[in-house]
C-alpha cells in the first residue's frame, strides 16, 4: 500500500490548506483512512479519522475548523483545514488501516501556520 500525502506549506494565521492523500489501493477496502500530525518534540496524534462506513471522528482541537473528506473514484483523501492556527503547525501524514494486514503511512506533509 503507497500513500502519498500532499498540499502542505506555508500559511498565515487564520488561513486554509487542503491535504490530499493519494492511495494506490482502493480505499474502500481500508477499514479506516486517518490523518495524524506530529510536531517538533511532541507524539503523533490522531487529527481526523474516517471510516468505510462513513463515520468521522475528529481530535476536540480541530472541531469545527478541519473536515475530513473522501472521492472515491480518486482513491483519495483530504484534509479541509480552516481558521489554522500556530499550533496547527506540524508535518501531517495519512493513514491506511487494512483489515489483516500492518497499517500503511503516508510520507507526511509539513504545514507551517506563522505570519
Known amino acids: 500500500v503507497q500513500l502519498q500525502a500532499s498540499g502542505g506549506g506555508l500559511v498565515q494565521p487564520g488561513g486554509s490548506l487542503r491535504l490530499s492523500c493519494a492511495a494506490s489501493?482502493?480505499?474502500?477496502?481500508?477499514?479506516?483512512m486517518a490523518w495524524y500530525r506530529q510536531a517538533p518534540g511532541k507524539q503523533r496524534e490522531l487529527v481526523a479519522a474516517l471510516t468505510r462506513g462513513g463515520r468521522l471522528n475528529y481530535a476536540e482541537s480541530v472541531v469545527g475548523r478541519f473536515t475530513m473528506s473522501r472521492n472515491a473514484p480518486k482513491n483519495t483523501v483530504y484534509l479541509q483545514m480552516n481558521s489554522l492556527k500556530p499550533e496547527d503547525t506540524a508535518v501531517y501524514y495519512c493513514?491506511?488501516?487494512?483489515?489483516?494486514?500492518?497499517?500503511?503511512w503516508g510520507q507526511g506533509t509539513q504545514v507551517t501556520v506563522s505570519s
Open positions: 493513514k491506511a488501516e487494512m483489515p489483516g494486514r500492518s497499517d500503511a
Open positions: 489501493i482502493k480505499i474502500f477496502s481500508a477499514d479506516v
